[in-house]
């Protein structure tokens, strides 16, 4: 038997019918979502997040507006299937807005806050070594920022809660 006996000379039509059905499917859902503005890349939240923590050095604006939009941004972090308790979430977002209110933040520690609160919010399916990386790295960033270590411990809780939510329950021991 050779090598090449075991690869099929011919295909079943059907099968190319099928794949070319599904490819079709596939960019009409993307290209459907994309349209309608489902489709947002986790850069773009990211990036939007951080320019709404970068508005809270701001005194000029009203602290309340400022707490508002950032919870905003945060609410609309988690993807739709995997969204945690709204309460819970805009409370670590009102929260959050206040500990970082008129402080000196720096773009770069904002980006990577930003980075931390999505990976985390959208972590389903995501490893755990990842997950913690991301709720140490957010309390970190907090740190840095200046914000009182019991509050940014504080904080880090609550936004682990919230992607523990996302990210499901976990995997439970099979009984034998």
Known sequence: MNADSAVPQSRDP????????????????VTVSAL?????????IRNALASSLMSLRNPDRDAKQQADELTTRILAVPEPMHQPRRAALAAF???????????DL????????A?????ALRSAGMGTRTFREHISGFERSLSETGVNASVA?????????AGEEVRG??????VQ
């Open 36 to 44: 309608f503005g489902q489709i947002d890349s986790e850069a773009e």
């Open 169 to 174: 329950p976990q995997d439970l021991p099979l």
């Open 153 to 161: 411990r504080s904080l880090a809780s609550k936004l682990r809660t």
């Open 106 to 113: 720096k773009r770069a520690v904002a980006t990577q806050i």
């Open 14 to 29: 059907r099968d190319e019918r099928y794949y070319q059905s599904v490819k079709q499917l596939i960019a009409a859902a």
């Open 115 to 119: 980075g931390d609160i999505t990976g």
């Open 93 to 103: 977002a009102r929260e959050l807005a206040g500990s970082l209110l008129r402080r």
